[in-house]
């Protein structure tokens, strides 16, 4: 059964357009809650709002509040709040789920509404149909002596810095480390410098007075350039770029090189292979294929997942691994939390900066990635790409071309009509001669 609203990260939208209208947002607030006290069998369940800087927040947090109060469910309002944060806050509050008001990287005229179960994981497929289900049906109104409540909890932050620090081991500090941190105006901006300078860091904020438009704008995770001049600028021994929800990552060394998600994740197998704390890592169709070559040369198993961290968690639960991400810097370690986390995958790389006394650079450096080329091709309605027999042809001459030394991927856009044909290979010249040829057989 296909999802009606929900993606593969909840709702998300132009605000001001449906669903991201107060009134949506209100019956399933109320949608939600009637699924909630019927699965949980509690006369009053509670649920954790948090939300990112984006100004629409306060708009749809008061709607969910009040969807949810009239279905009988208590509210926890977290206010600006990562998502890992509420995902973190659901479990060890013992709630019976997190709700995140953010579109993550999107520009502040977006936002989203996502949801997480009690254990602190993604909500699953099933409830998030019982709840469209729910949506179809008229939001009602619970009797006022069985109507929720909603109260702050203030010192949400603090748990959370709290919860980060103790990922990282007790015997290491960050002492000496000059530390850049780019909280991108979003969620993490009262959170992310405590984290680094309460374990010893020297840090500098930027990217960290948010004002309802500025997230993600010429910052963070998504304009990493903002932070590579900042880290040469400052003479700092690292920088860290966080989204608009902070469970993006991506790092600067020193030398003012920005380093992407398969970098990030090499370093973080390594370190887990030098303590045998490695069986497998999870990537995407997108992630780079020396990354897989290394692994698998060195014994540890790789499987690629569907593009989103959704499909990454879900294969990771499937094969019984910890660790997994994206390219983009959608970094997943299991053995630390139950959703991707920026500010902890960050410590995971300082941890294996500080065991090693190297620099990310130098972690780095065994790992070089293939260069890829990516060609987006218009489509007319209609075109079966699938089966194309010049588009077919094409793609098996080009990989009998590569061999061991490239792969080839094809897909469609999701939201445009745009064939993506990416060739990655050893030979960058090789990868841009090999995909146009492949491109241009598409009519």
Known sequence: MSRKYFGTDGVRGRVGEFPITPDFAMRLGYAAGKVLVARTGSEHPAVLIGKDTRVSGYMLEAALEAGFAAAGVDVMLAGPMPTPAVAYLTRALRLAAGVVISASHNPFEDNGIKFFSATGFKLPDEIELQIEAQLEAPMGCEPSERLGKARRIDDAAGRYIEFCKSTFPGDLDLRGLKIVVDSAHGAAYHIAGHVFHELGADVINIGNRPNGFNINEQCGATHPSTLEQAVLEHGADLGVALDGDADRLLMVGANGVCYNGDQLLYVMACERMLRNHLAGVAGTLMTNLALENFLKANGVGFARAKVGDRYVMELLQEKGWVLGGEGSGHIICLDRHTTGDGLVSALQILIAMRRTGKSLAELTAGLTLYPQKLINVRMTNG???????????????????????????????????LLRVMVEAEDGAQAETLAQQIASTIA
């Open 383 to 417: 075109f079966d790409w699938k089966n194309h027999t010049p588009l077919q042809q094409a793609q098996n001459d080009a990989q009998a071309q590569l061999g061991q030394r490239g792969r080839i991927l094809i897909r469609a856009s999701g939201t445009e009509p």
